[in-house]
């Protein structure tokens, strides 16, 4: 009982000194259950939006994905005959049944012939106005589109691109570009996350997006009274028989949870790790605290061991401690993690991705494992310092404290610390010179583990050696103040190690990434180099297809020596060896692809993969199968026929480029698909006559004016698209990295913080004999710049050598360029002391702030 | 009031520029109204330059708060402090800091030196801050006046009491201030080690010329000052030249006996 007494007490007495852990607690848990809310609400979001959209049964065409989207290579959404809804009409159980006809393959454009998509990449759909979709809207202004030039939007949409009644608008698809004015604006009853959706009526929906009559994507089907969902999809299926897909509300519903439940599910545990990495910071934070609480406190413990408490009841009273401060701050964590949740919403509000408060979950899972994570963690890492102070001995009490001595880093820490180093760098060398991508990437994990946690253990030993040279270059020109700034950072190697560690391990992952990420844009700039032939390359930004008509407006185009259409064929390959693979994907071009992309090939020449009834195979795939040049593949089309076609390339596998694409001329692939379920192209290459590659690409570019959504680009331009999505992806990961960075900050401040408070005294001395204020807040902000600065040496060479080594590895899969971004590392490294003038800031003003003659008389 | 103002003797010297500081109505008192406590009451008070001046008093007499106040440690609440001739109440942070780096030297009762410098850097410190060169035959001579040769490389936790209260008064000394501050320099000591310190205060003023002022309730320790000055209830009540351990351990009696009766 006095034990939890004296728990408390010392808690509430030093909360200021643990505030700073609590906070790092706070913001680890936070970052947990504001993820789990946040994905939680997207979830229950989507699955509202899901449950009440679908139908009864719906029925699809055969080739129609299982979620109802409708999308395919041709650009038309797979139909089924009108005929099918009577049919339908005729089963069992049916209350009623309706043909609607959908499409996600559209691109929508107001009048200045800019896009209406949401810009959070939600799809764009464009379909009939029918009693299932009116059952979950209601007409909020106007009404319901009625004949070819009327158009219903969505009131989001509408409310995003301020669109009135009698707004024109453009419809892009596969048939050609519809005008329509809107008519009617519908708003949803529950909440839609991020569709733009239009409607038309029946006929004109047909006729848009098929480009006739008499058909549907889907007939949506009602039960009768007392006839469940299965039972009617039963008597669906008994008059349809298997030509079709015919699903029950409740499968659609799951299909399009398990697609977006693997989204989300990427998202999440991204996320979770990143808070992982956030709680492993904060665990060093958690160690020096209790550990400097613990120094502190020798002489009261000495005195507790003396009048008689066991090493068990000291080692408890401090873990109590440890498991208050975990508590309070998982507690406020978990309520700062709704509140992150929330925050987050609003952000994905400002991205065109509306989710509503009224859906925010919070599973009673989400606070009882933000509170577990929370105590453990903190518990854990108070065991250490808890176990030190259960072996304070008694005559501790009795001896004059002063100032704690100065814990010497064991020999058996350096033993260890060295060993692990020198097995990670082994790892890490059998990465880099592995033959197999495989093997190597076990080899670089191990390693990047081995190393981390070596530096973690060599840390205070390299905190010694570091700081002293430091200090040499950088602490010289400050004089004495400088050089009490040195002492004082390695007056405790250990503090000085561990804090310089927290801040490693994310100093350490942003330059590994950096690395990685800089390698891949010079090797992919490189490979462009060395390999591209074309002058532009023409697509849609979001992975669809080109119109036919859009591409007879690149082919129009003055100026342009040639255009190579590049299309992309699902198939299943039936090779030499007897195996049969499904869901390859047959890359058809026309043969001057071979002059466009120079494709590296170890056997043979792309160009002759072009010839009639030819094909190209990739290396990896060659050898699997036995595939030699002059081998035959049987191709059966998804939509087509079987081909048997003769390998006449085998394309190199060290490619960043299209990588592990089979190549096949698109005139062999038409023998086999019909026209009508030909894909249409996925990307265009043109090149310019000589000379002309200006006005050409001037003229590409007001070609496509009518087209908004394809992008044209020449190669400078491409090389900037690919330094941008690596750029923004970098950044991503940079942003979700920076709660690791603000905790170790966070962990500098602490340190800082406590030290002052230890050296309450020394302060004062130096105040009385002449340290003006000025060099006092000098000395505390050059001791954390040396601590931040060791960090970032540490972290920053640590991330350098695993970055190279990752190159190194991926340079088997093409990543052939190590490039060391010089800019990002310096800038993080002149960031880190930056950083380290910051964390001072509030210990050098509380600590020239402290009253000399009481700074003295402290004990 | 009857505040008992001092008309302080000369010593040897005479005139102004015999007076290293002086101390002229001072007050210090703490809180207001019911719980005002007044540490000093209106303290007139001159040391003279050259001399050892010892204050003593019981427990609660001010006497440490006069010397914070004359060191430009602590602030007054009303009257004025010079030394020499600067006025020194009033003085910002800034210039109080600088005053006490170039003109003052303190010794403490403990804890007078920072565990992270050895025993010369230790000594060195007020300079180095100050980013003065230390006067090397100077500093010799004060290194081996306290008998520290040989051990200038030691870090404090290497040295014993007597020791480290010896680097303490070869700081204060080194940096040739024009008075040196000692706070019970010697409450921490055995009497052995306590006389070897006392002794070399002595000997500065002596051989060094150096102007020293120390707080102190022992008797002995009082007995190497030229002049002792007895304060109690936060005013000066009497004074002693030239003491012994026996005539200021009678006085104090004297004092107590007083306050009993009183």
């Known amino acids: 009982m006095t034990v939890l007494k004296t728990s408390m007490r010392n808690f509430v007495a030093h909360k200021g000194r643990m505030a700073l852990s609590a906070v790092a607690v706070l913001l680890s848990v936070a970052f947990v259950c504001g993820t789990l809310v946040f994905t939680d609400t997207m979830n229950t979001t989507f699955d509202k939006l899901f449950q009440a959209t679908a139908s009864d049964v719906q029925v699809s065409a055969k080739s129609a994905s299982d979620t109802g989207e409708t999308t395919s290579r041709t650009g038309k959404p797979p139909v089924l005959p009108a005929s099918v809804v009577g049919k339908v009409r005729g089963a069992q159980g049916v209350r009623s049944a309706e043909g609607t006809v959908f499409s996600t393959s559209v691109t929508v454009v107001d009048a200045d012939k800019d896009k209406l998509s949401p810009s959070s990449g939600g799809p764009t759909i464009v379909g009939s106005w029918n009693g299932n979709d009116a059952r979950t809207m209601e007409i909020a202004s106007g009404t319901a589109p009625k004949g070819p030039g009327q158009v219903m939007v969505d009131a989001d949409t509408a409310d995003r691109h301020q669109l009135k009644r009698g707004d024109e608008i453009g419809l892009i698809t596969a048939v050609g570009t519809h005008h329509a004015r809107v008519s009617g604006i519908a708003a949803f009853k529950v909440t839609n996350p991020g569709a733009a959706i239009f409607y038309l009526d029946t006929r004109t929906a047909q006729q848009t997006l098929v480009g006739r009559t008499g058909v549907y994507t889907n007939v949506n089907v009602t039960a009768a009274k007392g006839v469940s969902d299965e039972q009617l999809k039963k008597n669906v299926v008994a008059v349809l028989g298997h030509d079709y897909k015919v699903q029950t509300a409740k499968e659609v519903a799951d299909a399009n949870q398990k697609q977006l439940q693997s989204f989300l599910d990427v998202m999440k545990y991204a996320m979770l790790g990143f808070a992982g990495i956030a709680f492993l910071v904060g665990i060093f934070l958690i160690v020096n605290t209790f550990s400097m609480l613990v120094a502190q406190r020798t002489r ?134 592995a033959e197999k991508a495989k093997t190597g990437s076990g080899w670089l994990g191990l390693g990047v583990l081995l190393t981390l946690i070596g530096f973690v ?53 942003v330059a590994c990434l950096s690395v990685v990420g800089s390698s891949m844009v010079a090797s992919a700039t490189d490979q462009l180099d060395k390999t591209v032939g074309t002058d532009f390359i023409v697509q849609e930004d979001n992975g669809q297809v080109i119109t036919k008509q859009a591409v007879q407006a690149v082919k129009d185009t003055p100026g342009l020596a040639r255009v190579t259409e590049y299309k992309l064929l699902d198939a299943t390959l039936t090779t030499p060896d007897g195996r049969t693979v499904p869901k390859e994907t047959i890359n058809a071009a026309d043969p001057t692809y071979a002059q466009d992309v120079r494709t ?138 920076a709660l690791a960075i603000i905790v170790a900050v966070l962990g500098v401040v602490n340190t800082l913080a406590l030290s002052v408070v230890e050296r309450t005294r020394e302060i004062g001395l130096m105040r009385a004999i002449g340290l003006s204020r000025r060099q006092l807040r000098r000395m505390i902000r050059l001791e954390s710049v040396v601590i931040a600065v060791f960090g970032a040496l540490l972290g920053l060479g640590l991330g350098m050598g695993w970055g190279a080594t990752a190159q190194k590895l991926l340079a088997l899969e093409g990543l052939k360029v190590l490039d060391i971004p010089w800019p990002t590392i310096t800038g993080v490294f002149i960031g880190s002391a930056f950083v380290g003038l910051f964390a001072a800031l509030v210990p050098a003003f509380r600590a020239a702030r402290m009253n000399v003659l009481r700074a003295i008389a402290t004990d | ?90 003085l910002k942070d800034k210039k109080l800091t600088q005053l006490r780096r170039d003109r003052i030297g303190f010794i403490f009762q403990a804890f007078n030196l920072l565990p992270t410098l050895n025993a010369l850097e ?20 004060v290194v081996e006046t306290v008998g520290l040769t040989g051990r200038l490389k030691h870090r404090p936790t290497q040295l014993s009491g007597g020791q480290q209260q010896r680097v303490a ?25 306590g006389a070897e310190v006392l002794g070399f205060l002595r000997r500065s003023v002596d051989e060094l010329g ?14 190497y000052a030229d002049r002792v000055l007895y304060l109690a209830d936060g005013r000066i009540v009497d004074e002693m030249y030239q003491p012994t351990a026996e005539q200021v351990l009678d006085r104090m009696k004297d004092f107590d006996a007083r306050g009993r009766t009183s």
């Open chain 2, 122 to 141: 230790n000594i060195t410190l007020p300079m180095d801050i100050a980013g003065r060169k230390p006067d090397r035959a100077w500093l010799e001579r």
């Open chain 1, 457 to 509: 253990v060599v840390g205070p030993l390299l905190a010694g050696a570091l700081v002293r040279v430091l200090g040499a270059v950088l602490l010289r020109v400050f004089g004495p103040v400088g050089r009490m700034a040195e002492r004082n950072a390695l007056r405790n190697p250990r503090r000085t190690g561990a804090t310089g560690a927290a801040l490693m391990i994310g100093l350490a992952l």
């Open chain 2, 1 to 90: 009031m009857t505040s008992a103002v001092m008309i302080p003797r000369h010593g040897g010297t005479g005139g102004r520029t015999a007076v290293a500081a002086r101390a002229r109505q001072v007050v210090k008192a703490y809180g207001s109204g019911e719980t005002r406590v007044v540490a000093l009451d209106s303290v007139d008070v001159d040391v003279a330059r050259g001399r050892f001046t010892a204050i003593m008093g019981p427990s609660g007499s001010g006497k440490s708060t006069l010397m914070h106040c004359l060191a430009g440690l602590d602030t007054v609440t009303s009257g004025h402090i010079y030394l020499d001739d600067t006025e020194i109440t009033g």
């Open chain 1, 600 to 737: 590296k090939t170890v056997a043979g020449s792309l160009a002759d993969a072009y010839r009639p009834d030819s094909m190209s195979v990739f290396e990896g795939f060659a050898k699997e199968h036995g595939i030699k040049l002059g081998s035959t593949v049987a191709v059966r089309f998804e939509d087509g026929g079987t081909a048997k076609l003769t390998v006449r390339a085998i394309t190199s596998d060290e490619a960043v480029v299209d990588k592990g694409a089979m190549y096949a001329s698109i005139a062999t692939v038409a023998k086999y698909v019909p026209a009508d379920r030909m894909p249409l192209d996925d990307l265009l290459f043109a090149t310019a006559k000589e000379g002309q590659e200006k006005a050409a690409y001037q003229a590409l570019k007001s070609a496509l004016h009518e087209f908004p959504q394809y992008t044209v680009r020449d190669q400078t331009d491409y090389k900037q698209e690919l330094k941008d999505q690596i750029g923004q992806l970098l950044n991503m990961i940079y942003g979700l990295l």
């Open chain 2, 210 to 223: 150096q102007t020293i002022v120390m707080v102190t309730h022992d008797p002995v320790a009082a007995s």
């Open chain 1, 300 to 433: 009261e413990i000495g005195l507790l061991r003396a009048i008689g408490s066991s090493r068990k009841q000291v080692n408890r009273s401090v873990l109590v401690e440890a498991l208050l401060l975990g508590v309070a701050g998982s507690v406020l964590g978990v309520g700062a993690g709704v509140g992150l949740a929330i925050g987050l919403m609003k952000l994905m509000g400002q991205m065109d991705m509306k989710l509503s408060t009224d859906d925010l979950t919070v599973a009673w899972t989400t606070p009882a494992l933000g509170l577990l994570l929370g105590v453990v963690v903190t518990v854990l890492a108070a065991y250490l310092p808890a176990r030190r102070a259960g072996k304070v001995s008694p005559m501790a009490a009795l001896r004059d404290a002063g100032a704690p001595a100065d814990a010497r880093a064991g020999a058996v820490r350096a033993v260890l610390g060295l060993l692990l180093t020198a097995a990670g760098g082994w790892s890490l060398y059998a990465a880099a010179t």
């Open chain 2, 169 to 193: 008064v070869a700081r204060a000394l080194a940096a040739r201030p024009e008075i040196i501050f000692g706070d019970e320099p010697t409450g921490n000591l055995d009497s052995r080690a």
